[in-house]
């Protein structure tokens, strides 16, 4: 079977590739992973938590007292989280991996960025 196939078809095609490639790579990238954080005895849990750029990280107080997730670099912080308040920050690069509680300088954590 011999088709024949026009210009215009044959542009479509050109240009369907040409925009598919950029959208491929794009989806095989890191699509951002979600993280759950508990504040909980004036611990946070995990202790450590392996992250990468555009990973969403969610801290929630389960403390009666109030407590924040805080770069120690001062570089993000969710604010005061009262009791069950949740507060999320997305991970970037340069981003703090070492964090606090601003209340109790006790309390740390820390974030291993990778490379992703």
């Given at each position: 079977m011999n088709r024949k196939?026009?210009?215009r078809t044959l542009l479509k095609g050109a240009v369907a590739a040409f925009v598919a490639?950029?959208?491929g790579v794009r989806?095989?990238?890191h699509a951002g992973?979600?993280?759950m954080v508990n504040i909980v005895g004036f611990a946070f849990d995990p202790p450590a938590l392996?992250?990468?750029v555009g990973d969403t990280i969610t801290w929630t107080n389960k403390?009666?007292?109030p407590?924040?997730?805080s770069a120690d670099d001062g570089s993000w912080a969710t604010g005061t989280l009262r009791k069950n308040e949740s507060a999320s920050v997305v991970v970037t690069n340069g981003m703090s991996g070492d964090y606090h509680c601003k209340f109790h300088?006790?309390?740390t954590a820390q974030l291993m960025l990778g490379m992703g």
């Open positions: 196939i026009d210009k490639v950029p959208f989806a095989a990238s992973k979600e993280h392996d992250v990468q403390d009666s007292a407590h924040t997730a300088p006790s309390m």
